[in-house]
Every structure is written in structure tokens, then in C-alpha cells.
């Protein structure tokens, strides 16, 4: 009867204790190149039912980038997500602090869209989570990498 209680409390005691470092998430952009997008941003705003918790590849624009704490502590980066026009944007939220990431600069990224999310009492319209993400250097369209190198 001692054995069990003792490997009982072991198994309490070993799980609990994991928990308490923090999590270290693995960077977005270690991840080498990304299928070029099939859709585009004004494809899926336009056709949101469609792409309702799809995952899917995006090719765009950053603004409005925001580095923020949960009141966990838990790190996260908010950011609007556009082409040509930023009042046609997507909110892309992305665990951690993505490093090399700027206002303005370009981007391509893979990630589950959400036409509604709900946190708590308020509900969010257009949001992606990303999972993955590669800055700068991607190539135009019609261009592979080797010919953008090679042009440049």
C-alpha cells in the first residue's frame, strides 16, 4: 500500500513541476521556404465562409505591429496584414516574439484563418493564427528565388 501512494505522489509531483518553466516556442521563420500563396488576401475577405478555419499560405504586408504580454506572462505578436490597401486587412496573431519582423516589410505566411474569434467578452472579426512565417526575400511573382538572385 506504501509503494502505490508513494508512486502516486511521484506522479503528482514530477507533471507539476514541468509546468512551472516557461515555455520556449520554436522561432516562425526557421522553417526555410514557403509554398508560394494560391489565394489572396482580397480572395479570402471576399469569400470569408469559404475559408473559415482553412489553413492556407499568404503572401503580404505588415502594419500596425504590436509585441504583447498575456497576464500569464505567455509573449505574442499582433499584427494587421494587408496587399495593397490596408483598410482590406487580416489580424495575424503569432505566439512568441517573431524576431526580424518590421513595420512595412514583406512577408509570406501559413497559418489557420478564423472569420470570428471570440476571447472572453469580446469577438474578433478576420483573424489568422500564423504558424508559419518567412521574411523579406520573397520572390515576385512569375520569378523563382534563382532568378531574383540573379537579377539582382
Known amino acids: ?4 501512494l508513494f ?3 511521484l506522479f503528482l509531483v514530477f507533471p507539476a513541476s514541468s509546468y512551472a518553466e516557461q515555455k520556449g516556442y520554436k522561432a ?5 521556404e514557403l509554398e508560394p500563396p494560391t489565394v489572396t488576401i482580397l480572395q479570402v475577405l471576399s469569400s470569408r465562409d469559404e475559408f473559415d478555419r482553412k489553413i ?4 503580404g504586408q505588415v502594419g500596425e505591429l504590436r509585441f504583447k504580454r498575456m497576464a500569464n506572462g505567455r509573449k505574442f505578436t499582433l499584427f494587421k496584414f494587408f496587399e495593397d490597401d490596408p483598410e482590406r486587412r487580416i489580424s495575424v496573431y503569432a505566439r512568441g516574439f517573431v ?6 516589410g514583406r512577408v509570406r505566411i501559413w497559418g489557420r484563418y478564423s472569420k470570428h474569434k471570440r476571447y472572453f467578452l469580446s469577438k474578433r472579426k478576420n483573424i489568422m ?3 508559419k512565417i518567412q521574411i523579406e526575400g520573397i520572390p515576385q511573382s512569375g520569378q523563382s528565388g534563382a532568378e531574383k538572385k540573379d537579377s539582382s
Open 1 to 4: 500500500m506504501r509503494k502505490i
Open 7 to 9: 508512486v502516486f505522489l
Open 28 to 32: 516562425y521563420t526557421d522553417i526555410g
Open 56 to 59: 492556407f499560405t499568404l503572401d
Open 99 to 104: 524576431e526580424g519582423i518590421e513595420n512595412g
Open 129 to 131: 493564427k500564423a504558424k
